[in-house]
Structures are given as C-alpha cells and as structure tokens.
C-alpha cells in the first residue's frame, strides 16, 4: 500500500551516493501542495510509470500547478485533478565526485618500432573525477528502480571507457614519439583522454571532469608473463631467461627485478644480455668471482635437462632450441648432449 507523503527530502551529503529513491521501494503518494525539499548540491526527479517527469534543483518546493507542470498535466490525465497522485522520487547528487582511481590492471600493449620486439608494454595508475550533468538521462539509463546508486556501482563501467581510450591515445602518440617521450607527456595525455572520452560519459548524462596520470611506466612483466601474452618466441625467451639466470648466479643484490622487464621499455634483446653480462661482472668483483664460480660450475656435457635447470626453462623449451638448431648439440641414442661451449656460444649470440 502506498504511504502518502506531505514532506518529501533526502538528507544526506551523498559523498559517495549519486542517486538515492524515495520512497527505497513501493510507491509514494504525494499531494498537490506537498514540499519538496532539495539540498545544496542536489536535484530531485519525479518519475512515473519508468517516465521523468519534473525536475526541482536546490531549494524548496511546493507542488502546485504552476511550478510542475508536466506532472500536473499527468495528474490531471490519470486522476482527474485529484490528489494524491502516485509517483517516485530520485534525488541525485549534482557534487564533483572527486580522486575516482583508475589503474591499468593489464599492460597496454604499444608499438614500438625499432627497438626490442616493436612493441613496448606501458602500465600506468591515477585519478579522475566526474559530475552529473543530466539527471533525467542518467537515472532512465543507468539507474533504472534500483533504491540507492553509488560511485561504486559504475567505476567499473567509467575506468573501461578511460582506459580504452588511453590505450588508444597511447597507440596514436606511439606513431610519433618512442616510450622515453611518451612517459613525459603525461599532462598532455591526460587532456587527451579527458577529450576523447567526454562523449561517451556524456551518452550516459555525466560529464568527465578531471582526468589525472599520476604514473606511466613500462611493465615490469617477467620472461614467463610476456611469453604467456604470445609476445615472445621461444628462442627470445631462453635468452631473455639466460639473462635472468646469469643475474641469479652472479647473486647481485642490486639486481632489483628481473631483466626481463627491461624488455617491456623496448630494450633490446642484446641490451638486456648486455645489461645481465655487466651485473653479473659488478657481482664478481663485489662478491669475490661469485658469477665465474658459477660459470666454473658449468659441467662440460650435460643433458637437456642440465640446461634446463641453468637456463630456468623447462626440458622441452631445450630440446625445442634443438631441434630449431638455436642451440648445438649431438643426439646419442635416443638422447642428446650438449657442450659447455655450445652452451656459451648459444648464450653470447
């Protein structure tokens, strides 16, 4: 049974709720002459039948046929002129909802001609803040009957749009500048985004407000995620993991992460063996030959599964490096066998 209500107000700041109904379920009767009372920062929407009717701002009301004419109308269509009427009310917040956080859960994925794999792998995090601009439009979209709609409910929905559009940007301004330049552009990026995805919370009655990077960076995926991601054949993944694996050896405790993530700022295969060879020849000297202990360690025969263990792979990922002649070695039997130099050699390329 509907509940007749004289005085209809909602109040509450709304910090983190953008639309709330009154009544939360049923129906509300109002009457001709009721108030309706609409704080600082808030817009109330009549809705009738799943249509808007009257909109109020801040202040208060009295419902008459002067000030709410559309419902007046449906009164006097559906009543006859009488009262109470039916109806719902959805008080929406009009406040900026400020340091929305966004990040990028997977890496986007750049091209990056020229360097590396041509492709470089950006990861970034940061805010952005939004604010209604039609509350009719939003509540028939998004809000539908539901009681009570807050920012969590649609931070989903908003952090795709922002970020398919910063991937796209990403990608255009990847055509004229390499990564270093684009991690220093990130005010203009930020503007970027803020532009192409105006539209889209526009089509939902919102309007973006802000759009902040407060981080951009390359990945710092390992061998094995990159590998996952289709990104690397096998013979740049057991180079890149030999990278890693001489890293371990040689115990450098600045090593940090792997080097492997150097590969996701568009480094070169080349520069991150490089980069491993070096630290590995600063560990010797700090550590007292701990990386040539290592190499020292190095059977002159081993198996597959020798290798495997050296190069942190599997036993498969070897014989498939045989097999594709990146890696020499002399099948005895149903086995094979590989040399300490092929081993090198292999590693050197």
């Known amino acids: ?81 009488r009262t109470p009427f039916t109806a719902e009310v959805y008080f929406v917040s009009m406040r900026e909802f400020a340091d929305q956080k966004w990040g990028t859960a997977q890496p986007i994925i750049i091209r990056n001609p020229g360097m590396g794999l041509g492709v470089a792998l950006m990861q970034g995090y940061g805010s952005y803040s939004f604010q209604m ?96 991601m289709g990104m690397l054949d096998m013979a740049t993944y057991t180079q890149l993991q030999a990278a890693d694996a001489m890293r371990d050896a040689a115990k450098n405790p600045a090593g940090g992460a792997g080097l492997t993530a150097g590969i996701g700022a568009g480094m070169s295969i080349g520069q991150v063996m490089g980069e491993a060879l070096k630290q590995g020849a600063s560990a010797k000297n700090l550590a007292g030959g701990a990386a040539a202990a290592a190499a020292a360690a190095m059977p002159d025969v081993m198996t597959p599964s020798d290798v495997a263990q050296i190069l942190k792979v599997s036993e498969e990922d070897v014989v498939e490096l045989i097999k594709g002649k990146e890696l020499k070695a002399k099948k005895i039997g149903k086995g094979y066998r590989i040399g300490k130099a092929a081993l090198e050699e292999y590693l050197s390329k």
């Open 1 to 81: 049974m509907a509940r007749i209500f004289d005085v209809v107000e909602y109040p509450d700041e709304m910090r983190d709720e953008i639309v709330h109904r009154f009544p939360e379920s049923g129906y509300g009767d109002f009457r001709i002459g009721s108030q309706v009372i609409v704080r600082e920062a808030q817009s109330a929407v009549f809705f009738r039948d799943g249509r808007a009717l009257d909109t109020f701002k801040a202040g208060r009301h009295t419902i008459t046929t002067a000030n709410v004419p559309y419902l007046i109308d449906l009164i006097g269509k559906a009543f006859n002129d």
């Open 133 to 228: 601009a039609n509350p009719q439009q939003f509540v028939s979209q998004i809000v539908g009957t539901t009681g009570a709609y807050s920012t969590a409910d649609i931070q989903g929905r908003l952090r795709a749009i922002l970020l398919s559009k910063l991937a796209d940007l990403l990608g255009e301004t990847a055509a004229k500048k390499d990564v270093p330049s684009l991690i220093g552009l990130t005010e203009e990026l930020g503007a970027g985004v803020r532009a192409k995805a105006q539209d889209d919370f526009q089509a939902v009655g919102l309007t973006l407000k802000q759009f902040y990077i407060e981080s951009l960076k390359p990945s710092e995926k390992s061998a094995e995620e990159l590998r996952a």
